[in-house]
């Protein structure tokens, strides 16, 4: 998970009424670039409907991606981006539970996935999200951020990955080893979906600390310095204000899953081996969170082999793991890095997705 911004915070005494009026901090702006706010206070509205199902007018396909529908829980449809191989022979698959906002990955999914010569690639989609959509982080309906919590994606996912395993078994396709990627918040959601993933080689973190949300979120709003503005969101997720009530952006309900979301735990218990990628100038997510998960990861490999975790620094990258180029230092698109690695891993799966970066 990430904080955006580290612009001055911004307080008002609270109101009279029960509902506190805090404006926005920019600080605790989670994977916004703007704040959906009423007058700078947190508001209240009624329960959403269900998700509708997306538009029939979707292209069918772009290129060599294909847009598809699988289910989703109560009848809501999960978009996805299909791609075949593109080149054969095909080795393995990767799955993709992108991170957060209300944009589609198919404008930059050419680029994006380039690397993955030897893959297939299906990337989920939130419910109610075009997968072709550029909306800004900021400017989310606010249909979609009252709906936007992390059960509930995780709910519809896990419906997804199950009804693509049948259609995978339904059609003869090759019984391929599989990879699933979380990109920053889509990480939180890879421990609960990992047994709905048949032969699954092992979990890919990119810009993700592999904390729960809560302790990483804390590590960055100290740094930040924004502590009392992190722990009076925790008291009102804490409270009794219905789930619909909009603070920092997000609704209660979503600040209410993050509060208690676990994600460290069932990693480090999990059978899967973990590959994580992370920038060193992240500004999203703090180093100290990533360092903090090493020390659990450590005694997690010395439990279960060398192989159960890997990690790779990548200098001077940002959160999307992107180093621009600069005197003495060449730019570096780190997510390629990770799909070459995989790619060295699939000519010789039996050494396990870690063995390309322990080599070096």
């Known amino acids: 998970m990430g904080l955006l911004r580290s612009g001055g915070l911004h307080r008002t005494a609270p109101a009279a009424s029960a509902a ?61 981006l299909a791609r075949p191989e593109r080149t054969a022979p095909a080795r393995f698959r990767v799955i993709v539970v992108p991170g957060s906002g209300c944009a589609g990955m198919g404008p930059l999914a050419e680029r994006y996935f380039a690397g993955l010569l030897h893959a297939q690639v299906l990337v989920l989609h939130k419910p109610g999200v075009d997968p072709f959509a550029r909306t800004a982080p900021g400017d989310c309906a606010r249909r979609f951020v009252q709906q936007d919590r992390l059960s509930t994606w995780l709910a519809h996912a896990r419906v997804a990955l199950q009804a693509d395993a049948l259609a995978q078994q339904n059609r003869g396709a090759a019984a391929l080893p599989q990879v699933l990627v979380g990109i920053s918040e889509g990480a939180e959601l890879l421990p609960g979906l990992a047994p709905h993933v048949p032969r699954l080689a092992g979990l890919v973190l990119l810009s993700a600390s592999g904390l729960d949300p809560r302790e990483s979120g804390a590590l960055q709003a100290q740094r930040l310095g924004a ?66 998960f090493a020390q659990l990861a450590h005694q997690r490999r010395a439990g279960h082999g060398p192989t159960a975790w890997c990690a790779r620094r990548i200098d001077g990258a940002d959160h999307g793991l992107e180093r621009k180029a600069s005197p003495g230092h060449a730019a570096i698109d780190g997510v390629q890095l990770v799909w070459a690695w995989l790619e060295q891993w699939a000519r010789a799966p039996h050494a396990g997705v870690c063995a390309p970066l322990q080599r070096g």
């Open 227 to 292: 502590t009392a503005d992190w722990e009076a969101l925790g008291a009102m997720a804490d409270g009794t204000l219905p789930d619909s009530t909009i603070v920092q952006g997000r609704s209660l309900g979503y600040w209410r899953d993050l509060w208690r979301w676990p994600v460290a735990e069932p990693l480090l218990d999990g059978p899967w081996p973990i590959v994580q990628v992370w920038g060193s100038d992240d500004a999203l997510v703090p180093a100290a969170a990533y360092e903090r």
């Open 20 to 80: 506190p009026c805090r404006k926005a901090s920019p600080v605790l702006a989670f994977f916004l670039g703007a704040l959906v706010f009423v007058n700078g206070c947190s508001v209240t509205e009624p329960r959403p409907a269900a998700p509708q199902p997306l538009a029939t007018e979707l292209p069918a396909a772009l290129g060599a991606w294909r847009v598809e529908q699988l289910p989703g829980e109560a009848g809501a449809r999960v978009a996805v």
